[in-house]
């Protein structure tokens, strides 16, 4: 079964109906499950979508995206995936949270990466970037 990795920024666009990406991240999801693909994440995703509600404290929102984030599939990040995100970070000029998302899916021989940021399709790798 093909693994496509989702970078944290469609997941808040989804969960907190971003009125310009929203849609498009509600769409890829539905995508890449009605084609029988493992949609997946990791703790950094875990991290990036957390933040936010809390530190304005919305435990509602907090509560939520915990639930939704049981729902897929989470690979680890290692040693290896931090040498590999360093690589990719100096190589391509990566923001260190891209250049681990990346790494990630690299490493766990992901097809794709659901991602908003076309600086991941520049680093040109072997990984369809699918941007929304």
Same mark, same amino acid.
């Given at each position: 079964? @093909? #693994?496509?990795?989702? @970078?944290?920024?469609?997941? +808040?666009?989804?969960?907190?109906? @971003? ?5 498009? &991240?509600? !769409? ?8 029988? !693909?493992?949609?997946? +994440?990791?703790?950094?995703?875990? /991290? ?9 404290? !919305? &435990? @509602? ?5 915990? $639930?939704?984030?049981? !729902?897929?599939?989470?690979?680890? +990040? ?9 690589? #990719?970070?100096?190589?391509?000029? /990566?923001?260190?949270?891209? &250049? ?13 990466? +659901?991602?908003? $940021?076309?600086? /991941? ?5 072997? #990984?369809?970037? #699918?941007?929304?």
């Amino acid at each position: 079964m @093909d #693994l496509v990795f989702v @970078d944290s920024c469609v997941l +808040i666009y989804a969960m907190e109906e @971003d009125p310009q990406f929203g849609q498009a &991240a509600r !769409q890829a999801l539905s995508t890449a499950w009605a084609n029988k !693909q493992t949609v997946a +994440i990791s703790p950094l995703v875990q /991290l990036e979508c957390l933040v936010h509600p809390l530190s304005r404290q !919305q &435990a @509602d929102l907090v509560a939520r995206y915990q $639930d939704w984030l049981r !729902q897929f599939q989470w690979l680890p +990040i290692n040693d290896i995936t931090f040498a590999l995100a360093t690589e #990719l970070r100096a190589k391509h000029k /990566l923001k260190t949270p891209d &250049a681990l998302h990346l790494a990630t899916a690299l490493q766990h021989q992901c097809v794709a990466l +659901i991602s908003n $940021d076309k600086r /991941l399709e520049r680093a040109n790798t072997n #990984l369809q970037c #699918l941007s929304l």
